[in-house]
């Protein structure tokens, strides 16, 4: 029987700040218990949950911090979480002329805007005062060839991708990447010449993106041909709701690939190289198999389920060709491109329909309960929930606890990611 002392020194537990991953999944698990009894705010369960909610949170961001964007970046991120028009801009940065230059990279900002932006809509400074990468969408090279020497070789070298071909290569970085691309496909012309479409690349992405999809189909090779016959009249909205319910479960990462390769489809986990904030990709083989491709560059359950499902959408509904890929990162906001928000739409629609969400007890009265109650609605993983309504709302802060932070990895072991 545990003592008031007991009581007090497991009290005094939850407000020493977290200091490693046991501590970590310690705090977690304390945090789901009290969820789980959704104690009312002043009460001391509900004190010491919201005591937790702060420490691990504090934890989750010196640990898996977000990459920092480039100012262009940090303006559209916190235009979509204020649901600011473009029109909304204009006292920070002086005309609609002007605020659509600089969101299309054409204008640089000033020092005036960047003390206007950040003090007006609180964006960092040092998010604001870097560079800006040139926009390139649907990037491909000009040239027949690539300029070789662009592409991250010593991070590819460290990863182990050249293993087998550094004798035969004869050891120069430039013909050892000419081998790489030779292994993965009878025409490496082809890759390099491919179309990359959703997210845009700066000239340093797109190498790290050509490099990274080349990687995956190499994986692909040795996959592919334990799979089922790929048929696209297959792939439905009563499929990819099938998929979307696997998120119900507590191993569901681990059943996803099992589920595609069933209908032909193709899961690889490969971290993202530097110079990338790619969450995910969906592409075809030469003999046409498609694949769809995670980084898993954020470790969390509504990331990985919602990267999924978008990419699984494309293959049914987008891609067509092995001469272009399809390339997302999740948080970039609503793409123009009528596919991205197709994308979107299906993959949302595929957890909880837009009707149905609108009028569930987590939509119109969100609480611990309510996300709980229209999860197991609609057999879905809460994060799922949570996540949507962070999004919505723009309150990024509320209900943290469940999705999943730092779950989806352990699924991967044979995956290495740094």
């Keep these: 029987m545990r003592t008031t002392t007991d009581r007090h020194s497991e009290m005094n537990a939850a407000f020493r700040i977290i200091k490693g991953d046991e501590e970590y999944r310690h705090a977690l698990a304390q ?10 705010p002043g009460t001391a369960e509900g004190d010491r949950l919201e005591v937790l909610t702060l420490l ?11 990459e920092a964007p480039d100012p262009v970046d ?24 002007r605020v659509s230059e600089v969101l299309a990279r054409k204008r640089p900002l000033t020092v005036q805007m960047i003390r206007a932006l950040s003090s007006g809509l609180g964006i960092p400074l040092n998010a604001l005062v870097g560079e800006p990468r040139p926009r390139t969408n649907d990037r491909a090279p000009d040239t027949k060839d690539p300029e070789w020497g662009k592409f991250p070789y010593k991070e590819m070298l460290k990863r182990g991708w050249f293993s087998e071909l550094m004798q035969s290569a004869g050891g120069s970085p430039v013909d050892t990447i000419k081998a790489f691309f030779a292994r993965v496909a009878a025409s490496p012309a082809a890759l390099y ?67 595609l390769a069933k209908i032909g489809i193709l899961m690889v986990i490969e971290p993202r190289l530097p110079n990338t904030l790619l969450d995910g990709a969906a592409l075809l083989t030469e003999q046409g198999r498609p694949i769809v491709a995670l980084t898993l560059r954020i470790d969390r359950v509504d990331y990985f389920w919602f990267t999924l499902l978008h990419e699984v959408v494309h293959v049914w509904k987008h891609l067509r060709s092995a001469e272009e890929a399809f390339v997302d990162r999740v948080e970039a906001g609503e793409s123009p491109e009528r596919v991205e928000q197709e994308a979107n739409r299906l993959a949302r ?8 969400w609108k009028r569930s007890e987590a939509y119109l009265n969100p609480s611990r309960q309510s996300i709980r109650e229209t999860a197991d609605r609609w057999r879905i993983h809460p994060a799922l929930v949570a996540g949507r309504l962070q999004r919505e709302t723009g309150r990024y802060q509320v209900f943290r606890e469940f999705l999943g932070q730092g779950t989806v990895r352990k699924f991967f072991p044979e995956v290495t990611f740094s």
């Design 349 to 356: 629609d595929a957890f909880v329909p837009h009707s149905s």
């Design 193 to 259: 010449r491919r179309t990359f479409r959703g997210e845009d690349l700066d000239e340093r992405a797109y190498y790290s993106t050509l490099a990274w999809t080349a990687r995956v189909l190499l994986r692909a090779k040795t996959a592919e041909k334990s799979l089922a016959q790929f048929d696209r009249e297959r792939l439905s909205k009563e499929v990819l709701r099938e998929l979307a319910c696997l998120s119900w479960l507590d191993d569901g990462p681990r059943i996803a690939p099992e589920f």
């Design 74 to 97: 940090a303006i559209t991120f916190r235009m979509e979480e204020q649901q600011l028009l473009q029109k909304d801009l204009v006292p920070f940065i002086g005309s609609r002329s």
């Design 56 to 66: 691990i949170e504090d934890y989750e961001t010196r640990q898996f911090p977000f």
């Design 31 to 40: 945090a789901e218990a009290l969820v789980a009894i959704d104690p009312r």
